[in-house]
């Protein structure tokens, strides 16, 4: 089980705790009503998936003792025009230093996307979603 | 289009940036190979949701100048046992003070999730998710 806890700032601003004491801010840009002092929570779910898949292949080439320098992995998001204006397109671009094999970073992506990845894995096989209303 | 970047620090751990210079650390827990120093990727798809849900939810309550003082979401997610662990069941929590109508709380609830949050949306709906390999 994963739990994270959100609580309200002020204006469109919330902080967010995990489990082991990680915080952040949420916020929106200032075109939507926000103050831009936080990650917004649609680019959140990006950096989910990028992280996931980074991390996995990160275990996976150490593990396999490649020449690991650098890797950089930007995540790009298209949107619908209209809302709820989900992510129809994301493309992962995955860049590593010159040393490490492209065939090497081709199976750790393989195996992150067909095996590994939860992230990636939910957002292929919709979960079932809950909501509870409770007053204080 | 919505974009974000994450470099490789060192062991599991990356860094984060959105385009509006926001950065926040990602690891795993030491169980599992990381340090625990910042956020686990598999965390942030709850965050995303959560968040995306909550300042829908507060937006509205607001422009409903209804007498909102606290709200905590707490998001609780159960994965399956077997790789890749996906969440197969999400749960979304969400208190607020005793002087806000609960069916006011439901409402917007209800906007949020049948009209406007892009999280729930891409949840519900797969993207498409496409891979680039580079290198440097």
Same mark, same amino acid.
């Given at each position: 089980?994963? +739990?994270?806890? *959100? +609580? ?6 919330? !902080? ?13 840009? /200032?075109?939507?009503?926000?103050? &831009?002092?936080?990650?917004? =929570?649609?680019?959140?779910? *990006? ?7 980074? *991390?996995?292949? !990160? ?6 003792? !490649? ?16 809302? =709820? ?5 994301? $493309?992962?671009?995955?860049? $590593?230093?010159?040393?490490? *094999?492209? /065939? ?14 939860? !992230? ?5 096989? =919709? =979960?079932?979603?809950?909501? &509870?209303?409770?007053?204080?």
């Amino acid at each position: 089980m994963q +739990k994270v806890e *959100l +609580k309200w700032i002020d204006g469109l601003r919330f !902080v967010v705790n995990d489990e082991n004491k990680h915080s952040l801010v949420l916020d929106i840009k /200032a075109e939507i009503g926000g103050t &831009e002092t936080g990650f917004q =929570p649609v680019d959140l779910i *990006l950096v989910s998936l990028g992280g996931c898949m980074a *991390l996995d292949m !990160v275990s996976i080439l150490q593990k396999k003792r !490649v020449n690991l320098k650098d890797m950089v992995v930007t995540i790009e998001g298209e949107r619908a025009n209209e809302h =709820p204006k989900r992510y129809t397109n994301i $493309t992962l671009k995955i860049k $590593t230093n010159k040393e490490v *094999l492209q /065939a090497d970073v081709q199976r750790a992506l393989e195996l992150s996307r067909d095996k590994y990845c939860s !992230v990636l894995s939910t957002l292929q096989i =919709p =979960p079932e979603i809950k909501f &509870e209303l409770i007053t204080e």
